[in-house]
């Protein structure tokens, strides 16, 4: 039996080759994006499933839900992979707004999509939920990011989207102990170089996929909450 796959954000970067990936290995994917030509697109260089979804819409995630309903009847993994990266200005000129902005992509995008699709999840014999976090999102790194530089060389005080990210791992952790049939999992993939942060990053896309697709096709009895990135553990 194929594997279902739920990706969002699958046009570009992290989520096209983590995509990719799946699709290569026999996954069926559906390819999320808010753009319906740049889905569509995507999806076919894939050989995905295009899925139209703004995770930011109420409407456009349950229609999203739906639509993976009425084809597949269930989700073995859904994939939170969309983000923002937010404003990069100091913290204290940073407004309420601003991280409203973000923590609406990066929080409540997942929030919406992860309660549309619980109930596909629950039609899987190992349903895994993946959250693609990042370590600059760890509280035990941002108390002391110099302790810490080995598993985070390129901290950065980003206080929207440091803090989205915290508390997206806080929904990793409660969805675990909520739901304790789902394999709940965020992961950080490292500083990768994508649209996200102007391809600034210290590795390809194919690296940092790599840890994505690690969690997502780890063994079954794989227990969580965790929190993991390319060389194992990383701390909440």
Do not use: C
């Not at 999840?121 to 939920?129: M, Y």
């Amino acid at each position: 039996m194929t594997t279902i796959t739920v990706i969002t954000g699958a046009n570009k970067g992290l989520g096209y080759e983590t995509a990719r990936r799946l699709a290569e290995a026999g996954h069926t994917v559906y390819a999320g994006a808010r753009d319906a030509h740049r889905g569509e697109q995507a999806a076919k260089a894939l050989g995905a499933r295009p899925l139209l979804i703004d995770i930011t819409d109420d409407a456009s995630v349950a229609a999203a839900a739906d639509q993976v309903r009425a084809e597949a009847g269930r989700v073995d993994v859904l994939v939170n992979n969309a983000g923002i990266a937010g404003p990069a200005a100091p913290a204290g000129e940073l407004t309420a707004a601003d991280l409203q902005q973000v923590f609406d992509t990066n929080v409540f995008g997942a929030v919406r999509t992860t309660r549309a699709f619980l109930p596909l999840l629950q039609q899987a014999a190992r349903p895994a939920l993946v959250n693609v976090s990042s370590a600059l999102g760890s509280l035990t790194i941002n108390a002391d990011p110099a302790a810490h530089a080995e598993l985070l060389p390129a901290w950065a005080p980003l206080l929207a989207y440091n803090s989205s990210k915290a508390a997206l791992n806080m929904l990793t952790a409660v969805y675990a102990q909520s739901f304790p049939w789902v394999r709940a999992v965020s992961v950080d993939p490292g500083f990768t170089a994508t649209d996200l942060n102007g391809h600034q990053g210290t590795q390809s896309v194919e690296e940092g996929a790599a840890a994505i697709v690690a969690a997502i096709t780890a063994e079954p009895g794989t227990p969580g909450p965790a929190f993991v990135g390319a060389n194992g553990p990383v701390p909440w």
